[in-house]
């Protein structure tokens, strides 16, 4: 078995030139996680080449923080999909442990100075830095709501604030578009007892440090010990438009999976991810306060995410009736109104989403207000490519009953952004692959809008996206003069969505340049429930991952 230090195991590359052999190696113990530990040099210089410490995989034997380890097994470039980035490891065989309180690991500090801005170069350090004690200090702002994984990111803003990138009031972080994954730090708590609920704009008070561990596509710091914060407190907003005569208010409101029926364990596909009790923690509960206290109870509600009855179950059941009712049973209870519901059901298991639950686009409407002409109904892509897999577009006409004037709606869910590459990735770093989708899906809607306007009708699209408002499929949906409402917004308001802590708009409302020129197509997007975080370690109430839009179109 070869003895070598740590720093010839991690070579140079992204590859370690000892893969494949058994190995022997030293070093002080820095951080521990459920499936190993990280070893580091002691009293070593970096040099900024290559990374001085290395992930020790050992599902067995636990070491203790702060050991000097003499470590024997097998290194291996552990790649954990086709595209990801190598990691270098050292598979756990046997260890003699040299002393339990050692000293000499110094951690470096995480500094905007520090980071470069070119997303190559980042990558670069970072990979040289992999595994290595790291730190951030105090006085930097939390840019991400907390989540039920204990996962935290942050904006370096002490000692100096980044002037490149515009900050909402919240002082959220808002995505720069010619680099919408710059990467900003973050760590991953591994005690939850130490975990912090947290919005947000909340300040870190103290200093955290621990191993830049590369998972999800991205670096991260393990923590262990507990930290402190300044929470920032965020009042959910409610919007100014208003139902009346002549007009007619459309709620976007992306529903995150949502189903009545908590899944039994041997019908679903996984059963750790696609078990949920929706109706039991609340969500619908606090969608329909988003439907009556903050979108004053709209004509329209345009759904995406619904799933069918019976959830994420593996059966034939392919209609959403059940969890239609219940929302409209519990809005009914908050505000008298018992909107109605339409929709066409996808064919099983043809929609893409979360496997068995047959996730569709749907509509809730006020039939006080609001009747439905059900000849127009309809899905459009059937039988393209670019909808293989993904969710059809839900066409539908409504008719504002005082007027009688007809608004036709695009309900929209774009091809999702989870199969883009990471900027750390090997090959074709940030690429999206499907992006081209998008762009098709765009161009049939985009049709489908014109088509309405050769019928004399005006039209709005609204749903999610998945892209930005500089986008291309944004550009295609907004060729022939439409407009896309969004861009009404201040660059501050332009978010609905937090990604990694970048605050991006996601949901748009596109309408034809004749509409928007005339001023009767305002647009607001109702923020809140994207900056508001979680309890780590617990699960979450929270509706939904988006903000919510609404428009009010008149006539």
């Known amino acids: 078995m070869k003895i070598t230090s740590i720093r010839d195991l991690q070579g140079e590359g992204l590859n370690s030139p000892f893969a494949g052999q058994q190995v022997t190696t030293t070093g002080v113990v820095t951080g521990v996680v459920r499936r190993g530990f990280f070893l580091q040099t002691p009293n070593k210089a970096w040099d900024q080449k290559g990374s001085d410490a290395i992930f020790v995989y050992s599902r067995d034997w636990k070491a203790t923080k702060g050991a000097e380890l003499v470590v024997s097994g097998k290194c291996v470039d552990y790649i954990k999909h086709d595209t990801a980035k190598p990691v270098t490891q050292l598979r756990f065989e046997s260890v003699n442990v040299k002393s339990t309180d050692a000293k000499g690991v110094e951690a470096i500090a995480l500094t905007q100075d520090f980071l470069p801005k070119n997303n190559a170069a980042l990558a670069s350090l970072l990979n040289s830095l992999e595994a290595m004690l790291v730190a951030i200090e105090p006085g930097q702002t939390f840019v991400a709501p907390s989540n039920n994984y204990g996962d935290y990111v942050l904006a370096l803003d002490s000692p100096v604030v980044d002037e490149s990138a515009p900050r909402t ?14 990467w900003l730090p973050g760590f991953r708590i591994t005690n939850y007892n130490h975990a912090v609920r947290l919005n947000v704009g909340a300040k870190l008070l103290s200093r955290i440090q621990g191993p ?7 670096y991260q710091i393990s923590v262990s010990e507990p930290f402190k914060v300044d929470e920032n407190f965020i009042e959910l907003t409610k919007s100014s438009l208003t139902p009346s005569d002549g007009a007619l208010t459309v709620m976007t409101l992306n529903c995150f999976n949502l189903d009545p029926h908590v899944e039994a364990q041997v ?14 923690e609340g969500r619908f509960h606090t969608l329909a306060q988003a439907v009556v206290l903050q979108a004053n109870v709209p004509d329209i509600v345009a759904l995406q995410e619904i799933q069918d009855s019976d959830g994420a179950e593996l059966t034939d059941v392919v209609d959403a009736s059940e969890t239609y009712r219940l929302l409209i049973l519990t809005i009914k209870q908050l505000s008298g109104i018992e909107y109605a519901w339409i929709d066409v059901n996808p064919e099983l298991g043809a929609d893409g989403g979360q496997p068995g639950g047959n996730i569709r686009n749907g509509f809730l409407y006020n039939p006080n207000r609001v009747s439905v002409d059900t000849d127009s109904l309809h899905v ?39 199969h883009q590459e990471s900027i750390f990735a090997p090959v074709d770093p940030g690429t999206d692959g499907k992006l081209g989708v998008r762009v098709e899906q765009a161009h049939l809607i985009h049709r489908e809008a014109q088509k309405t306007l050769r019928h004399g009708n005006e039209y709005y699209v609204t749903g999610d996206f998945n892209d930005s408002e500089f986008s291309r499929t944004l550009d295609v949906l907004c060729a022939d003069d439409a407009v896309n409402l969004v861009m009404q917004l201040p660059a501050t308001e332009r978010y609905d969505y937090c990604h990694r802590g970048k605050l991006q708009v996601l949901m748009h409302g596109v309408v034809s340049g004749a509409l928007a020129a005339s001023g009767k197509a305002e647009y607001e997007i109702i923020h809140g429930n994207e900056l508001i975080g979680v309890s780590p370690g617990e699960q979450s109430d929270k509706p939904s991952d988006h903000a919510y839009v609404i ?5």
């Open 380 to 418: 459009i892509g059937k039988g393209n490519w670019a909808f293989d897999d993904s969710r059809k577009p839900l066409v539908c006409d409504f008719l504002e009953k005082k007027t009688g004037e007809r608004l036709t709606v695009i309900n929209v869910h774009l091809a999702s952004k989870r």
């Open 212 to 218: 830049l561990n590369y998972r999800v596509d991205a």
């Open 169 to 182: 009031n919240h002082n959220g972080f808002i995505g720069n578009h010619q680099n919408d994954q710059r």
């Open 551 to 555: 428009a009010k179109i008149s006539f």
């Open 267 to 280: 019908r679903v596909k996984n059963p750790r991810q696609d078990v949920d009790d929706d109706w039991g």
